[in-house]
């Protein structure tokens, strides 16, 4: 697993912007943690399966009733910006 | 006693006066203000403490209940209503609670009061509390190191008798590894044991709820009240809760304690060594027996939890988008720069570290690689550990490898940070419990520092890990050593 991580790009992917010194940074400090972590390739893994989960517990269903939920002032209390019970976004189509 | 020294009761003894009428909640809340103002400034655990809401909740609580009257300090990633919950984060800098984690329904059902959200890493990414947006927590036992973390400000808390008990969280080891190094109980409690509803998700197969505590008995009084199954998780296990106080005072005559021989690791501190060796002796001359065991893959835990816990993270903080809740950067231009500034100027370094290692790993061409390769090693580690239990019934090792940091030791090198999990992070992996019982105190330029011992049992064992704790603790007296803060 050679080390191709390019910080910029997947700050992309990210949706999460960095300065150029945070860029450099987090390139040098990524490649020493997947320098760190290249003995993962040693491991012989043929036969295993992937675990998403340490406890095998699937298909979790419970009673579809109503139940209590916010108000719309509760659910706008934390919003950036609000106007008339609802929340104002960024525009997302011209 | 005065009032002056109430904060210095265990859970268990503040209960006995509460009951006994001979304090009110209101004057245990009272006390407890006084102690925090006097030490807060030196350890700067807290982020947030509403002491009105509390002394009103406090009226009239029925003292007769599990936890009636007993002041909790809650971690800031846990949902208390109409309080902060900052998560240590920028991006939720302004944020307030409109509900109750269902711990906190819980604990306020069984007659505890929330008082005070604690300090912790951003996001509970870290092992130092250090990376916490608003301010660096500093250990009690020496004011110059760290007190551990993410839940720093919890076990500082507790270590300073500036609460009785506190919760946190570890994913992986961030409640163990601060109780060791602020020389108090934690415990870890097995994936699903304690419901995660309204606990901000780091990573969601790892994450756990759990108690920081003076002693293993109390401990064991918030376990029984959190533990158990909520239809809001759904990894929460349908399992009935047992009293984990059943088997305290058991002697420990045919336990079988396994001493994995991965965890001699290089970087092991002498001092840790050798308080953890004593310890082992302790609890053979208690009756237990000493079982050599083999955890094959525990070299490969780090890398396998970095990968995975980055993962879960990069997928699980996306909803830090600044439309519904948060920080929101100022005239953006469009939606991506919406996006890009908002979380760039929201989130700290460390949380961004992750957030890109997690996406990379995820990404179209490496998925394979490293995330899926990460969950079949993960696999293996979770099998050594069902290997490891069909010959003992618990494994002791050391919490930390080292006993406090100073701060600013290691905030440039993040895969120095990352190793502090070295013991706890594969507990994490195999869905375990664990608790860290103080076990020593390591003498470092002067100052003495705690050493944890970490005791890891099976899925849903935690009465049996709390036998263990508790045989040790009680035939040591290093659970009564306090920092003079």
Known sequence: MATELDVEYVSKLARLNLSPQETKLFQKQLADVLKYAEKLSEVDVTHVEASAHAVPIFNVFRKDEPGKCFTAEEALAN???????????????? | MSEKNLPALTLADLQTRLRKKEVSPREVIESLRTRI??????????????????????EGVDVSLPLGGVPVAVKDIINVKGQPCTCGSKILGDYRSPYDATVIQ?????????????????????SSTENSSFKVTKNPWDLSRVPGGSSGGSAAAVAADAAFVALGTDTGGSIRQPASLSGVVGVKPSYGRVSRFGVTAFASSLDQVGPLAKNVRDATMIMKVIAGHDARDSTSLPNPVPDYAQNLGKDLKGIRLGIPKEFRIEGLDPQVKSAVNTAIKQLE??????VDVNLPHTDHGIAVYYFIATA???????RFDGVRYGYRAKDPKDLLDHYGRTRGDGFGAEVKRRIILGTYVLSSGYYDAYYVRAQKVRELIRQDYVKAFEKVDVIVSPTSPVPAFKVGERTEDPLAMYLADIFTATGNLAGICGISVPCGLAKVNGSQLPIGLQILGKSLDEARIFQIAYAYEQSTDWHKQRPKV
């Open chain 1, 79 to 94: 919003a950036p910006q609000k106007a008339n019970q609802l929340f104002i976004v960024t525009k997302v189509v011209e």
């Open chain 2, 37 to 58: 103002q006097a030490v807060e400034p030196k350890i700067d655990a807290y982020l947030s403490i509403d002491f009105d809401a509390a002394l009103k909740e406090a």
């Open chain 2, 106 to 126: 819980r604990l306020r059902a069984a007659g505890a009061v929330p008082l005070g959200k604690t300090n912790m890493d951003e996001f509970a990414m870290g």
């Open chain 2, 285 to 290: 001359s208690l009756g237990a027996q000493i």
């Open chain 2, 312 to 318: 879960e993270a990069s997928a699980n903080l996306a």
